[in-house]
Nanobody, 124 residues
């Protein structure tokens, strides 16, 4: 069983930045593909970004390309999401997800483990 705990959400003005963290309980964290998803009120949970086991490969959703960066530190069992140039439409609950399967997976059903989420609100 893997437990994921997100942190770093909050209220930020449009154009601002936030950095999210997700710490995992897994002893073999480096063997998990890690991803971020988000869910706005009344909408489905959408893919944001994914990173492979070693961190060598990443993939972002088109909506966040050039603004968000996913990274990981396997020594700290932590995955990060740096969010820059935030827009009101980025407002959502952001979830960290993990799965032992390899590859740049972008569908929520492909992830076995989920955190409880952290709220990000972009508003002036």
């Amino acid at each position: 069983q893997v437990q994921l705990v997100e942190s770093g959400g909050g209220l930020v003005q449009p154009g601002g930045s936030l950095s999210l963290s997700c710490t995992a309980s897994a002893r073999t964290f480096s063997m998990y593909t890690m991803a971020w998803f988000r869910q706005a009120p009344g909408k489905e949970r959408d893919f944001v970004a994914v990173i492979t086991f070693s961190g060598a490969s990443t993939l972002n959703a088109d909506s966040v390309k050039g603004r968000f960066t996913i990274s990981r530190d396997n020594a700290k069992n932590t995955v990060y999401l740096q969010m820059n140039s935030l827009k009101p439409e980025d407002t959502a609950v952001y979830y960290c997800a993990a799965d032992a399967s390899s590859g740049l997976r972008t569908r929520s059903y492909e992830y076995r483990y989920w955190g409880r989420g952290t709220q990000v609100t972009v508003s002036s």
